[in-house]
């Protein structure tokens, strides 16, 4: 139930989202255990010069202002910190408070160990928003994933959903919405097993506050 100045502007059941949706069992297997890297065994460039340009160059770390700056990203002149930092922040209009938004996750981590993967996304979306100040309220999820009707695609999916749950708990930091995009494949070869965290932060001004200004409920 949602109210707006003592009155319920939006009223939906939960139970039949929650406790009454249909359950899938599809069969899945875990994700075996990686060995740890050995750093004996990696090439290590000569010259780190040349190969910070070479990281720098990569599409993963090169800037990514040319995808931003074709959107609206001041939202009708209420961006406070605009993209390029932890957190973007959002004022908005006719109060004190402000919000602060983060999107994160890293695949590679959750197609090595889903269950950490999951976890490491949950918590990389609550230091963003931390980073900024922010007192972090909630997350959305967007599962994105293979085809889950193989056993090993599904048990990414299961452990990157135990993962996140554990983290979730953890730091009083819930779930309360989300999608999911499955099938996603290319000549069979799935794509790394991505559970996208958005996360959404409360703080009060234009500006973060300190930390000691943070309290739920306000």
Request: proline share 10%; hydrophobic share 40%.
């Amino acid at each position: 139930m949602l109210r707006r100045d003592g009155a319920v502007v939006a009223d939906l059941p939960v139970r039949p989202l929650v406790d009454e949706a249909p359950l899938y069992q599809r069969p899945w297997t875990p994700t075996a255990e990686r060995p740890p890297l050995a750093t004996a065994g990696l090439a290590l460039d000569d010259d780190p010069a040349a190969a910070l340009i070479t990281l720098i160059g990569c599409p993963d770390l090169a800037s990514k202002r040319w995808v931003w700056e074709q959107y609206d990203h001041l939202v009708m002149g209420n961006t406070v910190q605009r993209p390029g930092g932890d957190a973007a922040i959002v004022r908005l209009p006719g109060g004190e408070k402000g919000l602060a938004l983060a999107t994160d996750c890293t695949p590679r981590y959750c197609q090595a160990d889903p269950r950490r993967g999951g976890a490491q996304a949950v918590a990389e979306s609550w230091r963003n928003l931390t980073a900024v100040g922010a007192l972090p309220i909630a997350i959305t999820d967007n599962m994105n994933f293979g085809n889950p009707e193989r056993p090993e695609i599904m048990g990414q999916f299961v452990g990157c959903i135990e993962g996140m749950r554990e983290a979730c708990l953890a730091l009083d930091y819930p779930v309360v919405s989300g999608n999911v995009s499955l099938y996603n494949e290319t000549n069979g070869q799935g794509i790394l097993p991505t559970p996208a965290i958005g996360g959404v932060g409360l703080f009060y001004g234009c500006r973060p506050p300190c930390p000691h200004r943070l309290r739920r409920g306000r």
